[in-house]
């Protein structure tokens, strides 16, 4: 754990006991309420700070590469792609104003319009997702896939130490925290039928995973470092990777996981930037055997970051299923974005990279009901006397995530999506 | 072949020989030139339309859904998104315009401005792709490639008949014709290497595909039909999926193809609309075992498409290394989409699907150098003496496609690509 100091900070606005949006946090995001269009906002508690407001009335006035408009559009990525030399001052320059003896934004006629309440927002999507790619680099899940679907005694395939695998998924069907889904439709063949058939997934499920959101493009053919990485990723969002197994288990082979993903992921609506994690960066584990050199780092790329799942039954109370932790990551982002640029491919502002689900080493670690729920064979049982194996229609699940060090605390707050049956 | 007669036309443009560029094609494309910002345009002969220009003196004026600036923006997304109805009344308005007896562009005073020659014009991407899908629909490409890499015997998986297998590319790195691409560097491992290796591609290949591009937008959950899909796709482009065997055969289990192929995509920068086609819809092959009943399609859905491949050594004559045809496709576009989106995955204007690598059944009409050189092991002799195995630096891959019938021509002209050193 990093051993620098943070300042300790009080904000005058009142920041509930285990908030995830405490002062040291001040996390991204678009928002809208019936009154106001969508605009760029900083949490807080539970407010939030309209920063179109801030801009109008001159609290950023000498940052001087900001647009006159640009925290009323209705995605980051404009923002995202000033740089961090801006984006950091933006963000500083609000916890600053947050800060409790500063009364320039307390004591402001603007105040009331500046501070909405979180209850009365909408979040939106935060970006405009360009390319989404979705890696596998817990060592801990692909072992399990590996062991339940091939050989327990081989489970990682030969190339799972020596790169980040990763593949392309759908960006259009990204969507944020709070948006039903409905059960897919698709083909599926189990071992025992003699030819496919056609109907809804029976085997639904999430998978817990943390995406990052890059900030800066590359061109074609240009490689981004190791070294380089971090300061290409803005920030973090929660993000379930919805799965349909049985149709991905039917359609994968040879070139990857296709509908049985692409009908919808969805991502906690608040980016936490790297700034904001940065007291709880780690070593991540140790790497044998060694990496190529491309993809050797000079620092720590890991952080602690709680990981929970909860599973909610229509009209019952939730459980929590899942413990999990993000430090666990094989692979961490450095990596991926080195590897991921290696060949050439050029990246864009608001791309989004997953991580692949987070599983732990303990078997209430796991970051997805195939595994919590070994394949269906060790049913999960919740508080109402309910069990699962996959999820059900009306099941809402919710992820959730957050760091703790020191008496700091950073959070995601959540992402949570109800299923509803195939339409 | 489809009989019905096409009504015979000459354009006051004179069309070249063997031109693509017919009046009875008039692709649509996105140029600019020294002098001109990005607008819309249609090809014909060795012209290219502004219709921006056709816009603005009034032309178009009775088809009142067309906002004023539509032709000066830099993608087609906007124009297509207009739907059917709009684009086939001014591609036919265009037709008429061109048709040799009339004379109202012929003799109008803008006639000079509006006409700009095509060697002038640099062509850009014709859209803004949002996802972009490959597919694996010709029977006989996933046949040689899986008596290649796994069982002559059983080529086919269990699951290509009954599914148009495809999987999700990257947007960001499609270029048009005529951007020269880096050879990609990156990890692979030989049969004989003890640990993966780093370094250039040493297996660089061309895949000769046809991809559509979507013109209209689902919401999630909604499915198109096969009945339905024509309706959501606007037109065809060349698509060179290029690919790093090597990269990718380490890389792609379990999770498919990543940095063997996301280096780039190149496209030809017209496209050819359904509409078009239409002279050459034919039917395609017999699918046995019959699919499943969202794949069941009430009409013809493939089209018989001539396709070449070429390759020009530096400062050499080129070579036709490729004569395939778009008809062998098993899997047409109708069944592509309503696949895609039977899960509820969600489309988006300018979306990208590509057919994935279209061969033939006999050895010169394989649509890469992987099969037609059989794995390295057959090099393909080249007219100046030289031959190839895979793709060498300074090499330039052009790939032609076109459709003829009882006189009548439209064609694709080329996406034409050179390869540079790694860098």
């Given at each position: 754990?990093?051993?620098?100091?943070?300042?300790?900070?009080?904000?005058?606005?009142?920041?509930?006991?285990?908030?995830?949006?405490?002062?040291?946090?001040?996390?991204?995001?678009?928002?809208?309420?019936?009154?106001?269009?969508?605009?760029?906002?900083?949490?807080?508690?539970?407010?939030?700070?309209?920063?179109?407001?801030?801009?109008?009335?001159?609290?950023?006035?000498?940052?001087?590469?900001?647009?006159?408009?640009?925290?009323?559009?209705?995605?980051?990525?404009?923002?995202?792609?000033?740089?961090?030399?801006?984006?950091?001052?933006?963000?500083?320059?609000?916890?600053?104003?947050?800060?409790?003896?500063?009364?320039?934004?307390?004591?402001?006629?603007?105040?009331?319009?500046?501070?909405?309440?979180?209850?009365?927002?909408?979040?939106?999507?935060?970006?405009?997702?360009?390319?989404?790619?979705?890696?596998?680099?817990?060592?801990?899940?692909?072992?399990?896939?590996?062991?339940?679907?091939?050989?327990?005694?081989?489970?990682?395939?030969?190339?799972?130490?020596?790169?980040?695998?990763?593949?392309?998924?759908?960006?259009?069907?990204?969507?944020?925290?709070?948006?039903?889904?409905?059960?897919?439709?698709?083909?599926?063949?189990?071992?025992?039928?003699?030819?496919?058939?056609?109907?809804?997934?029976?085997?639904?499920?999430?998978?817990?995973?943390?995406?990052?959101?890059?900030?800066?493009?590359?061109?074609?053919?240009?490689?981004?470092?190791?070294?380089?990485?971090?300061?290409?990723?803005?920030?973090?969002?929660?993000?379930?990777?919805?799965?349909?197994?049985?149709?991905?288990?039917?359609?994968?082979?040879?070139?990857?996981?296709?509908?049985?993903?692409?009908?919808?992921?969805?991502?906690?609506?608040?980016?936490?930037?790297?700034?904001?994690?940065?007291?709880?960066?780690?070593?991540?584990?140790?790497?044998?055997?060694?990496?190529?050199?491309?993809?050797?780092?000079?620092?720590?790329?890991?952080?602690?970051?709680?990981?929970?799942?909860?599973?909610?039954?229509?009209?019952?109370?939730?459980?929590?299923?899942?413990?999990?932790?993000?430090?666990?990551?094989?692979?961490?982002?450095?990596?991926?974005?080195?590897?991921?640029?290696i060949n050439g491919c050029n990246i864009n502002v608001g791309d989004m990279y997953a991580s692949g689900t987070i599983?732990?080493?303990?078997?209430?670690?796991?970051?997805?009901?195939?595994?919590?729920?070994?394949?269906?064979?060790?049913?999960?049982?919740?508080?109402?006397?309910?069990?699962?194996?996959?999820?059900?229609?009306?099941?809402?699940?919710?992820?959730?995530?957050?760091?703790?060090?020191?008496?700091?605390?950073?959070?995601?707050?959540?992402v949570s999506s109800k299923v509803l049956p195939a339409s």
């Amino acid at each position: 754990m990093s051993d620098q100091n943070i300042k300790p900070m009080t904000s005058w606005v009142q920041v509930p006991k285990n908030s995830d949006f405490t002062i040291y946090n001040l996390p991204f995001g678009v928002f809208e309420t019936k009154r106001i269009s969508a605009r760029a906002g900083i949490a807080i508690g539970d407010k939030i700070v309209d920063l179109s407001v801030l801009h109008d009335e001159g609290f950023f006035s000498d940052i001087t590469q900001l647009p006159n408009d640009i925290f009323q559009r209705n995605t980051l990525n404009d923002f995202i792609g000033l740089g961090k030399s801006v984006t950091k001052k933006v963000r500083e320059r609000v916890q600053d104003l947050l800060l409790e003896d500063n009364e320039n934004l307390r004591e402001h006629q603007c105040r009331g319009k500046a501070m909405v309440g979180r209850k009365e927002a909408i979040m939106l999507l935060p970006v405009k997702i360009g390319d989404y790619t979705d890696f596998y680099s817990s060592k801990e899940h692909a072992t399990n896939v590996g062991a339940m679907f091939r050989d327990p005694d081989n489970a990682l395939l030969p190339n799972w130490k020596h790169l980040p695998v990763g593949y392309h998924g759908r960006a259009s069907s990204i969507i944020p925290s709070g948006i039903p889904i409905s059960r897919p439709k698709g083909q599926f063949k189990d071992g025992d039928m003699e030819a496919p058939a056609f109907g809804p997934s029976r085997r639904l499920d999430f998978e817990l995973e943390l995406a990052f959101i890059t900030g800066k493009q590359t061109k074609m053919g240009e490689s981004v470092s190791t070294d380089e990485a971090e300061d290409f990723i803005f920030g973090f969002v929660l993000f379930n990777d919805w799965s349909a197994r049985d149709i991905q288990s039917w359609e994968y082979v040879p070139l990857g996981p296709f509908l049985g993903k692409n009908f919808a992921s969805s991502i906690s609506p608040w980016i936490v930037t790297l700034e904001a994690l940065e007291f709880v960066r780690i070593e991540g584990p140790k790497q044998e055997p060694s990496v190529l050199p491309y993809l050797q780092c000079q620092k720590n790329h890991a952080f602690d970051i709680n990981l929970e799942v909860y599973i909610k039954p229509e009209n019952k109370e939730a459980t929590k299923v899942c413990s999990s932790n993000y430090k666990y990551m094989y692979w961490n982002i450095a990596q991926q974005l080195a590897h991921h640029t290696i060949n050439g491919c050029n990246i864009n502002v608001g791309d989004m990279y997953a991580s692949g689900t987070i599983s732990g080493p303990t078997a209430d670690s796991y970051g997805s009901m195939l595994e919590l729920a070994w394949k269906g064979t060790k049913p999960i049982q919740l508080n109402d006397g309910d069990e699962r194996t996959f999820i059900e229609d009306g099941d809402t699940v919710i992820m959730k995530g957050y760091s703790e060090h020191n008496g700091v605390r950073v959070g995601f707050g959540e992402v949570s999506s109800k299923v509803l049956p195939a339409s």
